[in-house]
Every structure is written in structure tokens, then in C-alpha cells.
């Protein structure tokens, strides 16, 4: 996704080594050795909210690490559905972002990493398709997406809609949840907004140095106390409706794990919105 999930304390890391550890084992099995590097902490925590939400448990196996020396560790099985559904969207959305980062003028980085994963993100495409999942339709809610950043009336509810579209298929589709609870399609519309804005704030800078589209520029223009202060109240709104989403989902396990990696992703907006602060208070 989008790389901002990171476990907060080091129990929370070892409650998500079987998802991760499960992930890597498919992307190793399946695909080139360097796809590994894909089983990150967001495609794991939506792993762990995919065995959260399943009534019977994922089944675990041991997998060996790559890494020389690191002990075997039980894992969520790499042939589990919900596993290799995971690992073909985290390559379905790594080659998204390529696609953003080639339109926001980074194109050696976009070029480079598209010749080391192209192979694997078109196979995952096919897969995605016969599977059910509308990779078409998927495209063009970013394409719509990108149509609304060119639409000067936009404001940032609007310009978080793709993403929050988006992230309501793919949670719908990971956890097989075509009839999912409103709860489960609400979490993933919250989680979609967040991580909209939280990636805006974190780009607010490289964009304006580049002169790219950014969703918080839009929002707010140059940056003034006034201005922060509207994007402070914008973010708490969202990063609570986010939290209190979280905790009403109908979780049968991981509940700690998963709730304290969330709270760990939204205390990330308060460290963007303090360096936007100091920019206004320096124009």
C-alpha cells in the first residue's frame, strides 16, 4: 500500500511476524526472490484483519527465512486464500504507485522500479481478475481520482474518495467478504481517507518543490495559522471516525495487535501538521 504502518512496540511487531512471514513465504514461492521485500507492515496488517475477521482461524505453518540464521517461525500458511489474495493486491497497488510516482515526475525511480516488478504486478493482474476482482474498474477510480485533483472546486472530501473506494474493494475482496458487514466496508472507507490525506502531508514539501499536485496544498493553500489550524481539525475528525470504525469491527482475534499498529499509523499526522505549523510561522 502505502507504507505507512509500522508496529508500535516490539510485542505488536511479533503479533504480526505470521502475517508477515506468511506473505514472504508466498512471494518467495510464487515469484522472483526480490518480491519479498513487498511483505511489509501494511500488507501484513490487512492479513492479520483478514484472520481476524475469518470465523475459523487461517492455518499456520513453519516457514524458513532468507535471512541466514533467523530461526523458523510459524506462520499464517502461504497457500491460505486470504494470503495469496493479499499478496497479489500489494502488487496490484505497488504498480499504482509507480504509475502516481511516473505522473508526479519521477520517472527514473517509476522507470526502474516497473523493469524490477513488472512481471510480477501484470501476473498479479491476471490473477485478480480471474479471481473476481475488477482490476479495471479499480484503475478507474484512480483515474477518476486524478480527474478530481484537476477540478479547482475540489475539496478534500472529494479528493479522498477514490482512495477511500478503492481501499473498500480491496478489504472486500481480501477478507471474502462480498456481503461484509457495513462495519467492515466503513473501516475500510475511513482507513482510505486517512491514508489519502496522511500521504498528502508526508509529500506536501517534495511537492511544492517539484511543483506537483498536492491534496493539503489544495486544501489550504500557502500555509497560515489559520490555515493548519482548518487541517488540524480535518485530521483529528478523520483519524477519530478511523479509530472508532476500528473498534467496532467484528474482530476474533488480533484485536490488540491490529488497533495498536492503526493508532501508531495515526499518530504519524501530528509530526506532518508541526512542520506545517513552523512553515506558517516563518512566512
Not at 482512495?163 to 466503513?186: C, G, K, N, P, Y
Request: glycine share 4%; proline share 4%.
Amino acid at each position: 500500500m502505502f507504507g505507512y504502518f509500522e508496529p508500535a512496540d516490539r510485542a505488536t511487531r511479533r503479533a504480526m511476524f505470521p502475517a508477515q512471514c506468511g506473505l514472504c513465504r508466498r512471494f518467495g514461492t510464487e515469484f522472483r526472490l526480490r518480491t519479498r521485500l513487498m511483505a511489509g507492515y501494511d500488507a501484513s496488517l490487512l492479513l492479520l484483519v483478514c484472520d481476524g475477521l475469518a470465523e475459523v482461524a487461517a492455518p499456520r505453518a513453519k516457514v524458513a527465512c532468507p535471512i541466514p540464521l533467523a530461526p523458523k517461525r510459524m506462520a499464517i500458511a502461504a497457500d491460505w486464500p486470504a494470503t495469496e489474495a493479499v499478496a497479489k493486491l500489494q502488487l496490484f497497488l505497488a504498480g499504482q504507485k509507480i504509475e502516481d510516482d511516473r505522473r508526479d515526475r519521477e520517472r527514473l525511480r517509476s522507470h526502474l522500479a516497473w523493469r524490477a516488478y513488472s512481471r510480477e504486478i501484470e501476473a498479479a493482474e491476471r490473477w485478480l481478475v480471474a479471481a473476481g476482482f475488477d482490476v479495471t474498474e479499480a484503475k478507474a477510480l484512480l483515474e477518476r481520482q486524478r480527474e478530481r485533483e484537476a477540478d479547482l472546486t475540489a475539496d478534500l472530501d472529494a479528493l479522498a474518495e477514490g482512495s477511500a473506494e478503492l481501499m473498500d474493494r480491496v478489504v472486500v475482496f481480501a477478507t471474502a467478504t462480498e456481503a461484509a458487514s457495513h462495519q467492515i466496508r466503513r473501516f475500510a472507507r475511513a482507513l482510505g481517507r486517512l491514508l489519502y490525506l496522511i500521504d498528502a502531508l508526508d509529500d506536501w514539501a517534495d511537492d511544492r518543490r517539484r511543483g506537483s499536485f498536492n491534496a493539503v496544498a489544495r486544501a489550504i493553500g500557502e500555509p497560515t495559522p489559520a490555515s493548519v489550524a482548518f487541517l488540524v481539525t480535518i485530521v483529528e475528525c478523520w483519524s477519530a471516525e478511523l479509530v472508532s470504525e476500528l473498534q467496532g469491527l467484528p474482530l476474533r482475534r488480533h484485536r490488540e495487535a491490529i488497533e495498536a499498529t492503526v493508532r501508531a499509523f495515526v499518530a504519524r499526522a501530528p509530526r506532518y501538521l508541526t512542520a506545517l505549523a513552523e512553515a506558517a510561522n516563518h512566512r
